[in-house]
């Protein structure tokens, strides 16, 4: 069994940390995982006014996280939350109400800093926003990467083992909890 993780990336820079980690993390994953890195750069602002006639962005981006079996976070803290292109996004995704469409998906959750607390807050507060329109999400390990400033060599490929060993137990506990809940769900 192989399930389709959609990789929420948290950061629109072109050289981010945030996407090299997703990036990473489609290669390191053991072959129950299809990890999909979804950027955020064609996600527009949400607005109430439109949702009886959702922009077309909107609906692409909410079909990508339905076709998902389950959706991973991988996230920058921004003065200890989340990027606004990510809430934005949890915005988008979250409508029409009821109608969520990170409901029942077994969520994950990775910050990153180059500091030295590893973007706890904005992990954190993740899990604030989420309970409500998503399904559960994976507690431990918690993951918070820090000093990630030169975790990558010149081609954007992550080289700090220590680093890659964190990811990978990771994945090890993201893929078995994945594989729990669409086993409790069907
Ligand atoms: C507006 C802003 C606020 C930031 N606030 C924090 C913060 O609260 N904690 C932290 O560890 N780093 C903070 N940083 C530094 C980011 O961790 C750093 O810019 C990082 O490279 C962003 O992620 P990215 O490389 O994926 O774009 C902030 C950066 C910006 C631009």
Redo the contacts with the bound molecule.
Sequence with gaps: MSYNIAVI?????K???????ANALTKLAPDTLKLNPVTLYDVSFFNQDLEATPPADWLAFREKLQKSDAILFV???????I?GVLKNAIDVGSRPPGKSSFLGKPIGIIS????????V??AKHLQNILPGISGPILGQPETYL?G??DAFDEKGNLTKEPLQKVLQQYLVAFAAFVDRQSKIAA
Excluded: C
């Design positions: 990336v948290g950061s629109l820079r050289e981010s940390f945030t996407l090299k980690i996230t920058p803290e921004y003065n200890r939350s990027p990153n800093s180059p500091g030295p607390l590893g973007g807050s904005a820090n990630v400033g």
